[in-house]
């Protein structure tokens, strides 16, 4: 019975609550209709009446434009104000008549109009070198408008230049025959001739270190061993190279070191080694054939080696 007491208590109101409550609930239903009243009560004004007003505006902002330009008091201010829809010319007066931009000269460009900057702008750009070589390129002159520019461009006349012939017509064009390569000596040639040979080029430089390495060419075919000497540059460097007897560089197989023996191309490290351990355990060879007595030795090796060994 307490606790229906105090809800009774608490959920009750007195008259002037009950009154208050009503008018406040009151108030908030017309603020929330009235904005919905008063739009219903707005009528929308037709869409033809307001494109006749936009152009009754226009129609009266041009006829106010117009009233102005023709009143001298205030036309400089009315001129400026809507020049975007005048164009300027920047010439007094466009006289135009056919002409070559290239000659005509500076009373020429007066008569056409032109004003005395942009004439002098022209004139710069020829003295400087600066030619016309289409009837277009005069938009390129700085400081000319295009409709200017328009206006003159089907008067341009360009003059074909004279073909300038700074050689004399009776000259007789020389045929230079290259020179065949001359015949050189494998073991007395110099880089320059080997380099003049067909196809050689900076192979050159191996050939003559190779013929240093061996200690002089004893047979033609020895140049086809170049590292880098390709058999086709070969074939046609063969037919201008010769051999001479001449006296190639010989080791001594009885003082030289395994080390000397084997900076020659044709003699390994092993062979160089095996000479050198022969000799010591037989004693100094009496001939070069000796050699051939050490079984690493082939008949084809010693047939490659022999004339770069010699016992003295």
Known sequence: MKMKKIIKDYCS??????????????????????????????????????????????????DSIDANENDGSNNQYYSNKYSYNKPINTFNKLTPFKFDPNTIDESGWHQLGLTDKLIKTILNYRNKGGTFKTAADIRKIWGLKPADADILIPYITIAAKPFNNKF?????????????????????????????MPGVGNTAYRIVKYREKLGGFISIHQVKETYGLTDSVYQAMQPYLAFSATNVQKININTASDMELGKHPYISNDIAKAIVIYRKQKGNYSRVEDVKKIVFITTTMYQKIAAYLTVE
């Open 13 to 62: 109101f007195s008259a002037k609550e009950t009154t208050a409550a009503f008018v406040l609930l009151f108030i908030t239903a017309i603020f929330i209709t009235l904005p919905y009243y008063c739009s219903n009560k707005k009528k929308k004004e037709p869409l033809d009446a307001a494109i006749a007003k936009v152009a009754s505006f226009k129609l009266s902002k041009k």
């Open 168 to 196: 004399n017509t009776n000259y007789t064009a020389k045929v230079y025959e290259k020179s065949k390569p001359t015949i050189v000596d494998i073991n007395t040639a110099t880089l320059d001739e080997f380099k003049a």
